[in-house]
């Protein structure tokens, strides 16, 4: 399954949605705006906390549903050496995700500069006993 990827996540974001509740995450980081801009709410995604250039087969992540998302820019003033500002424009994007499954990196299908990262991946098989 071929699916965009979030990379270089905080471990407790990954830990936080396995609970099984949504959770709404504020992504500011360059190559993980440009891999979720073509996403849209009922379309998965992988999530890791392995940094982008580190991602290779093997590697272990989750999947997760989008619930909502958003872009916005905000507006950053900076002042230096008192009578210099300068104004600058972030881009932010508010994702809301819940839980899907364990997922592991079956191969790196993209991971060029301004391009989105995109992995194919397999859901890890899951038993349960009853």
């Known amino acids: 399954m071929e699916l965009p990827a979030l ?10 949605l396995k609970r099984g509740l949504p959770r709404t995450l504020e992504v500011q980081s360059a190559h993980n705006v440009i891999s979720i801009a073509g996403v849209g709410p009922g379309t998965q995604i992988f999530m890791t ?21 958003g872009v916005s820019m905000k507006r950053v003033v900076e002042f230096s050496h008192g009578s210099y500002f300068e104004e600058r424009e972030r881009t932010a994007v508010r994702i809301q995700v819940r839980y899907c499954a364990e997922s592991t990196v079956k191969g790196i299908i993209a991971r060029e500069t301004l391009t989105p ?9 899951c038993c349960h006993a009853g």
């Open 7 to 16: 990379t270089s996540l905080s471990p407790e974001i990954l830990r936080e």
């Open 49 to 69: 906390n392995v940094d982008s250039e580190d991602l290779s087969p093997g590697d272990r992540g989750v999947l997760a549903d989008v619930l909502t998302i």
């Open 117 to 125: 990262t995109l992995v194919d991946v397999v859901r890890a098989p």
